[in-house]
């Protein structure tokens, strides 16, 4: 079983910049692929960022190419979000998932809120 814990969620001004951590417990953690995920009120899950656990490639969204960075730290265990130049439109609950096969996010954390005010 896997675990995913995200921290570093919060309130921030337009322009300004959060770092997102997910951390992973449980069984020898070896992923396809992490990633970031967010669903603002009344609208549906959104994909964000991935992250090749091996390698490092990575994917974004055009929303958030050029501004959200996604990196891991495979020792740790992590997968990190650095947001920067956020904008009111990024406010939403950010979740990290698992990809343990190359197939399916079949873990989930629990969420962080990223509010950003106007």
């Known amino acids: 079983q896997v675990q995913l814990v995200e921290s570093g969620g919060g309130l921030v001004q337009a322009g300004g910049s959060l770092r997102l951590s997910c951390a992973a417990s449980?069984?020898?953690?070896?992923?396809?692929?992490m990633g970031w995920f967010r669903q603002a009120p009344g609208k549906e899950r959104e994909f964000v960022a991935r992250?090749?656990?091996?390698?490092?490639?990575?994917y974004y969204s055009d929303s958030v190419k050029g501004r959200f960075t996604i990196s891991r730290d495979n020792a740790k265990n992590t997968v990190y979000l650095q947001m920067n130049s956020l904008k009111p439109e990024d406010t939403a609950v950010y979740y990290c998932?698992?990809?343990?096969?190359?197939?399916?996010?079949?873990?989930w954390g629990q969420g962080t809120q990223v509010t950003v005010s106007s």
């Open positions: 449980g069984r020898t953690f070896s992923p396809y692929a």
């Open positions: 992250i090749r656990w091996t390698g490092g490639t990575t």
């Open positions: 998932a698992a990809d343990m096969y190359g197939g399916r996010y079949g873990y």
